[in-house]
């Protein structure tokens, strides 16, 4: 049913054309209607968590240096690791989405990224976080693909824009909720007595769960 709603979804811009049926539109418009904007939050709810999931390492830079020791230069190649999985990731899982569709590599892409960040809580070496990065780049890289494919297929042409301003929000949502939540909870963790790594371990994992 999903599928012949968003195939309407396709055809909208065609029947809003001056000489289209409007009746014709009018039908179309109501059936996708139900599910459209649903959809569109569902992209900003997974745009928000992305850029939170980002946060988390960045914001707990001092707690890991201090817990594993690491250098600047430690840091930075665990962050240019994420960065180049990311890039490379934009093409390779764009092709995917092509392939795959938009509803199964949506949630490939999700469950390899949310792992990935997951797994962060229970590292324990360098190489651990060098491999996570590089998951999470390459899961996240699949967001704005399936994002914007996922517009086009549910969206009449002259709402597009406003849908994809709507889920782009997430990106900064997500960036001021992740400096807020992940501090809030380090120091409940920490307050109780418990080790920072066994904080960690909670951070990451109710981020991702």
């Known amino acids: 049913m999903l599928d012949q709603e968003k195939n309407s979804a396709n055809s909208a811009p065609d029947a809003l054309s001056p000489t289209a049926n409007t009746s014709a539109t009018g039908a179309a418009l109501q059936v996708i209607g139900r599910y459209r904007w649903v959809i569109c939050g569902l992209l900003l709810f997974a745009t928000t968590k992305s850029y939170m999931d980002r946060q988390v390492l960045s914001v707990l830079k001092e707690t890991l240096s201090h817990d594993f020791h690491w250098t600047e230069i430690d840091y930075s190649n665990i962050v240019l690791t994420f960065q180049t999985f990311y890039a490379v990731g934009m093409v390779l899982v764009g092709r995917l989405v092509d392939k795959l569709g938009t509803r199964k590599a949506f949630a490939l892409t999700m469950t390899c990224w949310s792992i990935a960040s997951m797994s962060n809580g229970f590292g324990k070496s360098y190489g651990h976080f060098i491999f996570a990065a590089a998951a999470l780049g390459l899961g996240q890289a699949g967001m704005f693909p399936a994002s ?4 086009a297929e549910w969206f009449p042409r ?7 301003g709507i889920f782009n929000a997430g990106t900064n949502i997500g960036a001021i909720l992740g ?20 904080a960690r371990s909670d951070l990451f994992g109710s981020r991702c769960g």
């Open 158 to 164: 002259k709402e597009r824009a406003l849908a994809t």
């Open 148 to 151: 914007i494919k996922a517009v």
């Open 179 to 198: 400096p807020l939540i992940v501090p809030f909870i380090t120091y409940r963790w920490d307050g109780s007595g418990r080790s920072s790594s066994s």
